[in-house]
């Protein structure tokens, strides 16, 4: 059985482009329909209530669009909203963010890990909980990234602003012993090279989810029978809450390594 509906990919804003990629990578036989919210990011700091009634508003549209699969690519919306989503839409396969804490546990030399996250996500229980399974004997430290959603979204990720702030978050970490820093929000990857230079020369592990979820999306598709047929010629499409140049810019950031 086939199904040549698109995958919904949700985020806030541009950040989820970074799983959007990696979904394509790995299934580049799939369309993908992108909604980037636009007009309320950023997510990080609004109240729980406020972020999944976003979250509802976004899943609800995709579905609406005929998506057979929705990928929450937002660990900000993951963390208020996943399970509410799930039981709404039962009907649909939802994916959701979680930032990589066990894999980062599991591969530390030193003993301590570093968490970059919204502070939505880092109070989130999803977060708290696989800190606590997995962080056993592991320090983990957790530092908001602050400003770094907006440096995304206002295309600064390459200025000097941008290596003050990443290097006023990081380098604590990294004075604490830090050899795993995992990338708890989906527009982080966008700063990657910044996170590389403050890190050169430390043998430091950045540690993104995104692969991970595309393994899991794949995974699914053939768990529900749902990948689209060998012949099918894939569509991307993008689609937001704001306005038309907004969307615009989901698409020339999402092909520009295309």
């Known amino acids: 059985m086939t199904n040549n509906a698109p995958i919904g990919v949700y985020d806030s804003g541009l950040g989820g482009l970074t799983v959007w990629r990696e979904i394509r990578r790995a299934l580049p036989g799939e369309s993908l329909l992108y909604l980037g919210d636009g007009k309320n990011c950023p997510y990080g ?13 976004a899943v609800g549209y995709l579905v609406g669009q005929g998506c057979k699969m929705i990928v929450v690519a937002c660990n900000t919306a993951t963390a208020a909203a996943i399970d509410f989503l799930r039981a709404k839409y039962a009907a649909v396969p939802i994916v959701g963010m979680e930032p990589a804490v ?11 890990v570093g968490v970059l996250a919204t502070e939505r996500s880092l109070d989130g229980e999803l977060f708290r909980r696989t800190a606590e399974r997995y962080g056993h004997g592991i320090e983990v ?12 979204e206002s295309d600064r990720e390459a200025t000097p602003e941008a290596e003050a702030c990443v290097r006023a978050a990081v380098e604590p970490m990294l004075a604490r012993g ?13 700063l990657l090279p910044v996170l590389e230079r403050v890190v050169a020369g430390r043998d430091v592990t950045i540690v993104d989810s995104s692969p991970a979820v595309a393994r899991r999306v794949a995974n699914l598709l053939d768990e529900r029978s749902l990948r689209a047929a060998a012949d099918h010629r894939p569509v991307y499409t993008f689609h937001t809450f704001a306005d038309e140049a907004y969307r615009q ?10």
Not at 102 to 112: D, E, M, N, Q, W
Not at 249 to 258: F, G, I, N, P, Q
């Open 45 to 57: 700091s609004r109240p729980r209530e406020e972020v999944q009634a976003l979250a509802d508003a």
């Open 102 to 112: 066990k894999p980062a546990c599991l591969h530390t030399r030193s003993g301590v």
């Open 141 to 152: 430290l957790t530092v908001p990234g602050r400003g770094f959603v907006e440096l995304v």
């Open 178 to 190: 830090a050899d795993q820093i995992v990338l708890g929000c989906t527009h982080y990857p966008f």
């Open 249 to 258: 810019r989901l698409e020339t950031k999402a092909l520009a390594d295309a």
